[in-house]
């Protein structure tokens, strides 16, 4: 075992100063070289490292105190907590395969049709450019655009107007302005991050196969005492019905998924009458309605929309008459993922106490399928069930196949089978594959003591430590989607991660790792954020 290097981030990650980078000897003349920087059966098998191993297999270390893997905005709002903190940028690795943090979520909001002009599905002070939420999006729309319409519905949501949602384009720009206030350019590593040991001795190891040609090995380990996972959705699964048609016609045209994208549907649409068969009952199969409903009323289409629920909500439900949802045509209806309390009143309290089954029971209560209520949505749907262009249904699917180029699916309802034929099908159930289908968590879950939380994802400590991964004084964090399941419910939104990177950060503080942001140094720093200033 190697002992640690003296003001390594294992033993001293206060006093890192900056990445250094170690490499492998070369071996005496007349001995054979170390591999070319890949990784051998002995580090595939072992769960533990030693630095001994890495060099030996010809694989650069590089020495830095905090990693994050993922790049997105879960990594974005953990590093800005960190710089608020004080901690230097040479002291922050962040491995991403993407350019900057808002990259893959604004690929998906505009493929599920929410572009840059239009609101995105988050509350006016959840800023993740913003860590204080003041001023708010509408304090800011309003001050931009010189008019009291966004104060005023902030003021009377959600009783006499619908809840105030800030525009996508408003949070990018947000996000590239303290992105570079904080100087990410200068932390980001590009390359895909392919597993994650433990040391011998502390701390671990992270494999990056940096973009070829841009290093003479194909990995890089770096070195660290703290790792961060934000890493997203493990990945995206269709129904079994939907994935067996694609699989066997290859028809990735005519039966698309909302995360896709799939603006030749609405393009053809515009030339000729199309019979568009949507699935899916969330705040993606609303959005793309509302596009299908837009362009029928700005362009005069005759486009008719199959709406197909499996499971139909008709009115208010829940268990107890103070906590029903409120629902209705198909849809259960509810301004945010969760209630708001979730975020920082009694349900989030209450859910800190949880655990095991009584955990899941209450997720399961509070959580389901939604979307907003908007009263553009309301009076477009009306009017189109009106017409007939529009008409809803409660089933599943049982068949898919193709017959006069249409797409025809076999519907179970509850008054029987029937046949749905339509030029197109937009599946936005948005179902999420398992958490062992992402690489870097499968490893994870073969190699350390990583266990599910009761919802399947991965098991998490109230300040979001990776329960089963500890690694001497070294801690691995995660935060995210992957988390659902645990202690705090909202963990997939932008409140939501800037509340477990609060937690993160204050842990690492008391590990000595960082300041901690006290009142006189949070108000310092907003003056700085004001300002425009490097924290």
Not at 143 to 167: F, G, H, N
Not at 388 to 416: F, L, N, P
Not at 499 to 527: H, M, N, V, Y
Request: charged share 20%; aromatic share 10%; proline share 6%.
């Amino acid at each position: 075992m190697t002992p640690d290097v003296p003001g390594s981030p294992v033993t001293a990650a206060g006093q890192e100063a900056q990445a250094t980078v170690v490499r492998a000897p070369l071996p005496p003349a007349g001995e054979p070289l170390p591999p070319a920087g890949d990784l051998t059966e002995e580090l595939l098998s072992s769960a533990w490292w030693t630095d001994e191993m890495v060099l030996g297999a010809g694989i650069p270390i590089v020495e830095v105190p905090f990693v994050t893997v993922g790049g997105g905005i879960g990594s974005f709002v953990t590093v800005d907590y960190l710089r608020i903190a004080g901690v230097a940028p040479d002291r922050i690795r962040v491995l991403s395969n993407i350019d900057v943090p808002w990259q893959t979520y604004e690929y998906l909001t505009r493929v599920s049709q929410i572009p840059r002009g239009e609101r995105i599905r988050s509350d006016s002070a959840s800023r993740p450019d913003n860590i204080w939420g003041f001023p708010s999006y509408a304090l800011a729309e309003a001050v931009r655009d010189r008019s009291l319409k966004p104060l005023w519905q902030v003021l009377v949501e959600p009783i006499w107007a619908d809840y105030y949602t800030p525009k996508a384009g408003q949070v990018f720009a947000g996000l590239e302005r303290e992105a570079n206030r904080i100087g990410y350019q200068q932390m980001l590593v590009k390359g895909q991050v392919r597993m994650v040991r433990r040391r011998q001795g502390g701390g671990y190891f992270i494999i990056l196969t940096p973009p070829p040609g841009t290093t003479a090995t194909r990995r890089v380990a770096y070195k660290c005492g703290f790792v961060h996972l934000a890493i997203g959705y493990p990945g995206l699964r269709f129904l079994p019905d939907l994935q067996e048609f694609r699989t066997e016609h290859q028809d990735f045209h005519h039966v698309v998924s909302a995360y896709e994208d799939h603006e030749h549907v609405y393009e053809l649409t515009r030339n000729r009458h199309v019979v568009v068969m949507l699935r899916g009952g969330g705040i993606v199969a609303s959005r793309v309605l509302a596009r299908l409903m837009d362009d029928r009323e700005k362009l005069g289409l005759s486009t008719q929309i199959v709406h197909l629920f499996r499971t139909y909500v008709s009115g208010p439900h829940g268990p107890h008459a103070w906590s029903r949802r409120k629902g209705g045509n198909g849809f259960a209806y509810q301004g945010f993922n969760y209630p708001k309390s979730v975020w920082g009143g009694q349900l989030k309290a209450r859910m800190r106490k949880l655990e095991g089954d009584d955990r899941a029971t209450a997720y399961k209560l509070m959580g389901g399928t939604n979307t907003p209520w908007r009263r553009r949505w309301q009076a477009q749907m009306n009017a189109g069930r009106t017409a007939g262009w529009y008409r809803t249904m409660s089933g599943t699917v049982t068949e898919m196949r193709v017959a006069d180029g249409q797409v025809i699916s076999m519907v179970k309802t509850a008054e029987g089978p029937v046949e749905v034929a339509a030029d197109f099908v937009i599946d936005c159930t948005g179902l999420e594959a398992d958490i062992a289908e992402h690489r870097i968590l499968a490893d994870l879950l073969e190699h350390a003591d990583v266990r599910r939380n009761p919802l399947g994802r991965l098991d998490v400590e109230r300040d979001f430590e990776l329960r089963g991964t500890d690694s001497g004084p070294g801690v691995i964090y995660a935060s995210g989607a992957t988390t659902l399941g645990g202690y705090f419910p909202g963990v997939d939104t932008f409140l939501g991660l800037q509340i477990a990177a609060q937690e993160i950060t204050d842990d690492l503080s008391r590990r000595g790792f960082c300041r901690k942001i006290g009142p006189l140094r949070s108000t310092l720093q907003w003056l700085r954020w004001v300002y425009n200033r490097q924290p």
